[in-house]
């Protein structure tokens, strides 16, 4: 079956800096376009960013522009999100997750929070 495993967050200072991943199998990763979203406490779902099949084009939202990057591996079907500068407005849980529309298949998301 399709999984994709999110690892990476935690706890962290202001201005600091994570690395996200979301590795996948079950399904043919280097066809699909990901997206990384994230959902802070008591808020509804925010696209973050995303990456086409071949990891030439990225998007982000203007939130996090200039401050995020989202990349991938085919060989290893990985998707990362480096997180740099953080904010404590970046605390969420975030997901990684097919670009869709519709998003099908979701990683079980993972805990960042910025806080000193």
């Known amino acids: 079956q399709v999984q994709l495993v999110v690892s990476g967050g935690g706890l962290v200072q202001p201005g600091g800096s994570l690395r996200l991943s979301c590795e996948a199998s079950?399904?043919?990763?280097?066809?699909?376009?990901m997206c990384w979203v994230r959902q802070a406490p008591g808020k509804g779902l925010e696209w973050v960013s995303a990456?086409?099949?071949?990891?030439?084009?990225?998007s982000y939202a203007d939130s996090v522009k200039g401050r995020f990057t989202i990349s991938r591996d085919n060989v290893k079907n990985t998707l990362y999100l480096q997180m740099n500068s953080l904010k404590p407005e970046d605390t969420a849980v975030y997901y990684c997750?097919?670009?869709?529309?519709?998003?099908?298949?979701w990683g079980q998301g993972t805990q960042v929070t910025v806080s000193s």
């Open positions: 990456v086409n099949t071949g990891g030439s084009s990225t």
């Open positions: 079950g399904l043919i990763f280097s066809s699909i376009h």
């Open positions: 997750a097919d670009a869709g529309p519709p998003h099908v298949y």
